[in-house]
């Protein structure tokens, strides 16, 4: 070993035992709120939810009770989002969502746990829990996404119950909407279509799931970002995770939240990462002021992020037994 390597390596060994020693005198360099776990890798002590909009709130409280009890993250956002997916004043989400143009409810959802495995519906009917078909394509099959009559097939098959998804309240609005906007669905800051999640259990794993009823009033086998992996959502055991809402081409057009994800890996906090993906889409999208794209991230040190592109976006922050909702830093300041 020449002088240069030798004096390397006993800078790297002098800085390994400093961590050590602090570690053993309770002094832990990445944060108060964690902690050394068995294996050596990082445990949270209190698990974390992120969710995307104001609903997001019951959802983290669904999927906080499984977590509580030392459940793990894939069970836990599988658990969460069904609660706006079940919630019948919820008109971007699960069974009363707004119809496409032609009247049809068609729903979209990604899952991912720990491993990198990952499961995905689109283009689903009569079905009112995507989030658990994808889950089922995850588990049981050699693929990632089903669509349209064979994701409803397999869901068939699997046990899952054929429904009327079209809503009294949601075929009214589509029938009022059909007067006035001459098929041309509407694109806004306010047409927000999905609910994404994010878990980190105690163990320190983490797990996203994401689901929709898409743009309101789309064009008939329109999907948008939600259910492909790394643009609705996409979840690192190693990094962390992230969630898009909003306008689901502007997201795909990036890769959202893979990009989000990738910015973490390469040093940037989960506030800043979600900061360089809209300004990402601003670089890409033309009519972005005319638009909302928001973005939600945690790390696997349980740190958040949110940012979108005009006021509005609101997200659920479920750690340290607290769950609540919090305005996201956006873009365009008047």
Not at 60 to 66: D, G, P, V
Not at 110 to 129: E, L, P, T, Y
Not at 219 to 245: E, K, L, W
């Given at each position: 070993m020449n002088r240069r390597k030798f004096v390397l390596n006993t800078f790297l060994t002098s800085i390994g035992g400093l961590v050590g020693i602090n570690y053993l005198k309770g002094n832990n360099p990445i944060g108060e709120h964690l902690k050394s776990s068995v294996n050596g890798g990082i445990m949270l002590d209190n698990p974390t939810i992120i969710s995307t909009w104001k609903f997001g709130i019951e959802a983290n409280a669904a999927a906080y009770e499984i977590l509580s009890k030392g459940g793990n993250a894939l069970d836990a956002v599988e658990a969460g989002v069904r609660v706006p997916e079940a919630d019948l004043n919820n008109t971007s989400v699960g069974r009363a969502g707004y119809p496409d143009r032609d009247g049809k409810v068609t729903l979209d959802a990604c899952i991912m746990d720990k491993d990198g495995n990952a499961g995905s519906v689109a283009f689903i009917q009569h079905i009112a829990h995507p989030i658990s078909v994808a889950r089922a394509v995850m588990e049981k099959t050699p693929h990632v996404m089903l669509v349209g009559d064979g994701a409803l097939q397999f869901a068939l098959e699997n046990g899952f119950k054929k429904e009327e998804l079209l809503t009294d309240n949601a075929k009214k609005a589509w029938e009022e909407w059909k007067k006035k906007n001459n098929y041309t669905p509407p694109v806004g800051p306010n047409n927000h279509d999905?609910?994404?999640?994010?878990?980190?259990?105690?163990?320190?794993?983490?797990?996203?799931?994401?689901?929709?009823?898409?743009?309101?009033?789309?064009?008939?086998?329109?999907?948008?970002?939600?259910?492909?992996?790394?643009?609705?959502?996409?979840?690192?055991?190693?990094?962390?995770?992230?969630?898009?809402?909003?306008?689901?081409?502007?997201?795909?057009?990036?890769?959202?939240?893979?990009?989000?994800?990738?910015?973490?890996?390469?040093?940037?906090?989960?506030?800043?990462?979600?900061?360089?993906?809209?300004?990402?889409?601003?670089?890409?999208?033309?009519?972005?002021?005319?638009?909302?794209?928001?973005?939600?991230?945690?790390?696997?040190?349980?740190?958040?992020?949110?940012?979108?592109?005009?006021?509005?976006?609101?997200?659920?922050?479920?750690?340290?037994g607290e769950n609540k909702v919090y305005d996201s830093d956006y873009h365009l300041k008047e």
């Amino acid at each position: 070993m020449n002088r240069r390597k030798f004096v390397l390596n006993t800078f790297l060994t002098s800085i390994g035992g400093l961590v050590g020693i602090n570690y053993l005198k309770g002094n832990n360099p990445i944060g108060e709120h964690l902690k050394s776990s068995v294996n050596g890798g990082i445990m949270l002590d209190n698990p974390t939810i992120i969710s995307t909009w104001k609903f997001g709130i019951e959802a983290n409280a669904a999927a906080y009770e499984i977590l509580s009890k030392g459940g793990n993250a894939l069970d836990a956002v599988e658990a969460g989002v069904r609660v706006p997916e079940a919630d019948l004043n919820n008109t971007s989400v699960g069974r009363a969502g707004y119809p496409d143009r032609d009247g049809k409810v068609t729903l979209d959802a990604c899952i991912m746990d720990k491993d990198g495995n990952a499961g995905s519906v689109a283009f689903i009917q009569h079905i009112a829990h995507p989030i658990s078909v994808a889950r089922a394509v995850m588990e049981k099959t050699p693929h990632v996404m089903l669509v349209g009559d064979g994701a409803l097939q397999f869901a068939l098959e699997n046990g899952f119950k054929k429904e009327e998804l079209l809503t009294d309240n949601a075929k009214k609005a589509w029938e009022e909407w059909k007067k006035k906007n001459n098929y041309t669905p509407p694109v806004g800051p306010n047409n927000h279509d999905t609910i994404g999640m994010l878990a980190i259990d105690k163990a320190g794993n983490i797990s996203g799931a994401c689901t929709t009823s898409g743009l309101a009033f789309k064009m008939h086998g329109r999907v948008g970002d939600s259910p492909i992996i790394g643009a609705g959502m996409y979840a690192d055991n190693n990094v962390g995770g992230a969630a898009a809402t909003g306008l689901g081409e502007a997201v795909i057009k990036i890769a959202g939240s893979f990009l989000v994800v990738e910015a973490m890996r390469n040093g940037k906090t989960p506030q800043e990462a979600c900061e360089m993906a809209v300004h990402r889409i601003i670089e890409k999208q033309k009519n972005y002021k005319d638009i909302q794209v928001g973005f939600i991230a945690i790390n696997k040190n349980g740190e958040r992020g949110a940012y979108s592109l005009v006021k509005g976006f609101q997200y659920a922050f479920h750690q340290k037994g607290e769950n609540k909702v919090y305005d996201s830093d956006y873009h365009l300041k008047e």
